[in-house]
């Protein structure tokens, strides 16, 4: 966080991929030439960032030449509303902090990214660190083709991997931002499978009686059985 941050008209530092080329990069102030311009982060070790999970949001973006219109909610809380345009996408957003550039703004509404961080969000919460309030620390690693049969071209998604857990407030500036999402809740402890029951040794069933065999005498104690009940 810097000394402006939160103002008005003041950009944070972004962290963006490209899909088409299949590179990371951040969107930062150049103070020589005054305007903002991406600088790429090679992947791999050099592409490694504290994912704050507390500050998880979700809602609609639309981002067009010109305009910039993020509509996000913390995760858990009610959505957005709908902003009944087409245009708008499903996106999300969180900060990150890598001590290269610090802390950065993380929002897209780009399918492809988009899809990666919010697995990555769901790899996250199921971890127990999560549940103990700890924040993820995960590295691009790579990327994977992806091709898109409705425009007949091939775009590159980002390997986004969990590599370690960080305490929240250790990372510079996050002490004083206040969470907005719970941790979740630690997964419940499944009872260990029991041993199998022993089997049970098979019942020889009786012989039926054959036809034609003798009847019975009148000392006999199957004698006042009928012969046309089968056994069972």
């Known amino acids: 966080m810097s000394d402006l941050s939160g103002l008005h008209g003041i ?3 972004s962290l963006r991929w490209n899909a088409e080329s299949g590179f990371l990069a951040v969107s930062a102030f150049n103070g020589e030439t005054g305007e903002r311009e991406l600088r790429q982060i090679e992947l791999g070790q050099a592409a490694t960032f504290v994912l704050d999970l507390a ?6 973006g639309l981002i067009k030449s010109g305009v910039y219109d993020m509509k996000l909610s913390p995760v858990g809380s009610p959505p957005p509303p709908w902003p009944e345009n087409e245009e708008y996408k499903p996106a999300l957003g969180c900060w990150m902090w890598t001590p290269t550039f610090g802390e950065l703004r ?4 780009a399918a492809i990214f988009r899809q990666a961080i919010a697995s990555v969000w769901d ?24 091709p898109v049969k409705a425009v007949n071209k091939t775009f590159f998604g980002p390997v986004i991997k969990i590599v370690g857990w960080v305490e929240r407030d250790k990372v510079p500036g ?15 402890i499944l009872p260990a499978p ?13 012989a039926k ?7 019975p005498g009148p ?6 059985l009928n012969d046309d009940i089968p056994w069972k």
């Open 194 to 206: 029991s041993a199998p029951a022993p089997a049970t040794p098979a019942v020889k069933k009786p």
């Open 55 to 60: 500050t998880r949001e979700r809602g609609y």
């Open 106 to 109: 993380l929002e897209t509404n």
């Open 123 to 146: 790899q996250c919460r199921a971890e127990p660190q999560a549940a103990e309030g700890l924040q993820s620390v995960v590295r691009f690693d790579d990327r994977v083709s992806i």
């Open 11 to 13: 950009y944070p530092t």
């Open 174 to 188: 996050w002490a004083a931002r206040t969470p907005t999402v719970f941790p979740p809740e630690a997964p419940p």
């Open 219 to 224: 000392d006999d104690p199957l004698a006042d």
């Open 209 to 215: 009686v054959k036809k034609g065999a003798a009847k």
